[in-house]
């Protein structure tokens, strides 16, 4: 099959009605899932990325987080004050110490204030990145249909490292899991034994288990 990324000029639009008489048309679909891919994959990044600022900075012990990291402002600042004052020979009375660390306590009081506001606005990304995600793979789902799905009947049974060497590497191993699992779940093709649970994993951890399993993760065809 040529290359898809000879063609990735082409986007997701207009991704129904297509005529699938001709090879071109079908190298488009393929290029068109390519791209959605790619916006799946950035999607999930982003997601998961978003998710471990929310832990992070407001899961339960968010509030020891926020208290260490005003801790560490006042080093910097203290640090950054001696040496301003051994290398340029800068120095400051106390009362200036004193009103420069009310400020930094206060905008740091203001910032932990609207803590409510900035966890709402990290939860919008959150879902922002789902919805994207979701739609990404909606539209690589339509596509494959028309693409994928056929071959991997046509050519059934066939492994996961034999349809990845069939599309020239240019997928990631978990995209084409996640598309090839609709048609398991509709009983449209079988899948082997596998013990491995990828749907828990980040899409690049999940990538790195199946690189050592794609040989032996096998799809029949049911139809």
Same mark, same amino acid.
Request: hydrophobic share 45%.
């Given at each position: 099959?040529?290359?898809?990324?000879?063609?990735?000029?082409?986007?997701?639009?207009?991704?129904?009605?297509?005529?699938?008489?001709?090879?071109?048309?079908?190298?488009?679909?393929?290029?068109?899932?390519?791209?959605?891919?790619?916006?799946?994959?950035?999607?999930?990044?982003?997601?998961?990325?978003?998710?471990?600022?929310?832990?992070?900075?407001?899961?339960? /012990?968010?509030?020891?987080?926020?208290?260490?990291?005003? &801790?560490?402002?006042?080093?910097?600042?203290?640090?950054?004050?001696?040496?301003?004052?051994?290398?340029? /020979?800068?120095?400051?009375?106390?009362?200036?110490?004193?009103? &420069?660390?009310?400020?930094?306590?206060?905008?740091?009081?203001?910032?932990?204030?609207?803590?409510?506001?900035?966890?709402?606005?990290?939860?919008?990304?959150?879902?922002?990145?789902?919805?994207?995600?979701?739609?990404?793979? /909606?539209?690589?789902?339509?596509?494959?249909?028309?693409?994928?799905?056929?071959?991997?009947?046509?050519?059934?049974?066939?492994?996961?490292?034999?349809?990845?060497?069939?599309?020239?590497?240019?997928?990631?191993?978990?995209?084409?899991?996640?598309?090839?699992?609709?048609?398991?779940?509709?009983?449209?093709?079988?899948?082997?034994?596998?013990?491995?649970?990828?749907?828990?994993?980040?899409?690049?951890?999940?990538?790195?288990?199946?690189?050592?399993?794609?040989?032996?993760?096998?799809?029949?065809?049911?139809?």
């Amino acid at each position: 099959m040529p290359s898809a990324l000879d063609h990735n000029d082409f986007i997701a639009t207009d991704i129904n009605n297509e005529n699938l008489d001709t090879d071109s048309q079908r190298i488009k679909l393929y290029a068109r899932l390519k791209e959605r891919e790619q916006c799946w994959w950035q999607s999930r990044q982003q997601l998961i990325e978003h998710q471990e600022q929310k832990v992070f900075w407001y899961g339960e /012990n968010s509030l020891i987080m926020w208290l260490l990291w005003q &801790l560490v402002g006042y080093v910097v600042v203290a640090t950054a004050l001696m040496l301003l004052n051994n290398m340029m /020979n800068i120095s400051l009375t106390l009362w200036q110490y004193i009103a &420069l660390f009310i400020l930094q306590t206060l905008f740091f009081v203001s910032i932990f204030a609207a803590k409510g506001r900035l966890a709402n606005k990290l939860q919008n990304d959150i879902d922002k990145d789902y919805l994207q995600g979701e739609q990404a793979l /909606n539209e690589m789902i339509v596509l494959a249909e028309d693409s994928l799905y056929p071959d991997v009947h046509a050519k059934s049974p066939i492994s996961l490292k034999q349809l990845n060497d069939y599309l020239n590497g240019e997928f990631h191993l978990s995209s084409l899991h996640r598309l090839l699992q609709k048609e398991v779940d509709a009983g449209r093709l079988m899948l082997g034994q596998t013990s491995l649970e990828l749907g828990i994993l980040p899409l690049e951890l999940a990538d790195v288990e199946l690189i050592e399993h794609a040989d032996k993760i096998i799809y029949k065809s049911t139809l």
